[in-house]
């Protein structure tokens, strides 16, 4: 089936620690993103990547990296620097980015809580 | 700065019964505006997505609608059936040249009950 993959889908992080949540996505599509969920809160853009080795930074991206060295993968890693990091992680992915007139197809999420 | 506002924030109704969830957005300049349903712990799924020419769209039981001029939209849900329980968002993506932005709103959540 085609879809977008996101694991784990529980993670637990130490004070310093840094982690990375991982993305796969076999629809072909060219975009892909990170969205972080609070309670409350609208989605916010960590970062985005529009064709392989490129990305961007979104509205959030401090204490945040990414890489994009396939089509198919865009992981995030959760740095130190990234004082409150515990929420849920959403990927996502659209036919081309940026964004534009695109249906964009979201992953199951991550919940990443620090301990 | 490009907000949307949704409301409820929280909404229960009994099983069968038809609700309306609003949104309302200052985002210019405009490109579309979408609905998407979230289940508890899960990703969100796109319901229906609306252009600036579009009044109304529908997909099964659920029905959007679009005035652009007072910036507002509206998603009906018809016969609630117990599945319809989630949060439902409202996404808002304002043009920039040749990309756009999303602006989501903090979503209503449904609870549908016996």
């Known amino acids: 089936d085609g879809g977008i993959t996101q694991s784990p889908k529980y993670l637990f992080r130490k004070e310093g620690q840094n982690v990375t949540l991982s993305c796969e996505q076999n629809?072909?599509?060219?975009?892909m993103y990170w969205y972080r969920q609070d309670p409350g809160q609208g989605l916010r853009l960590i970062y985005y990547?529009?064709?392989?080795?490129?990305?961007q930074k979104g509205d959030i991206a401090e204490g945040y990296s990414v890489s994009r060295e396939k089509k198919e993968s865009f992981p995030l890693t959760v740095t130190s620097a990234q004082k409150n990091p515990t929420a849920f992680y959403l990927c996502a992915s659209s036919i081309q980015g940026p964004l534009y007139g695109n249906t964009i197809y979201f992953g199951e999420g991550s919940w990443l809580t620090v301990v | 700065k490009n907000q949307v506002e949704q409301s409820p924030q929280s909404l229960i109704i009994l099983e069968g019964k038809n609700c309306t969830l609003q949104c309302n957005y200052t985002v210019s300049p405009f490109s579309n505006l979408r609905w998407y349903k979230q289940d508890t712990g899960r990703g969100p799924v796109s319901l229906t997505i609306?252009?600036?020419?579009?009044n109304t769209k529908s997909n099964g039981r659920y029905t959007a609608t679009l005035d652009a001029d007072t910036k507002q939209s509206s998603l009906h849900i018809t016969a609630s059936q117990l599945s319809d329980s989630a949060s439902y968002i409202c996404v808002v993506s304002a043009r920039a040249g040749t990309a756009s932005k999303l602006t989501f709103g903090t979503g209503t959540r449904l609870q549908v009950t016996l």
């Open positions: 990547s529009q064709i392989v080795n490129d990305f």
């Open positions: 629809l072909n599509h060219d975009a």
């Open positions: 609306m252009t600036f020419s579009e």
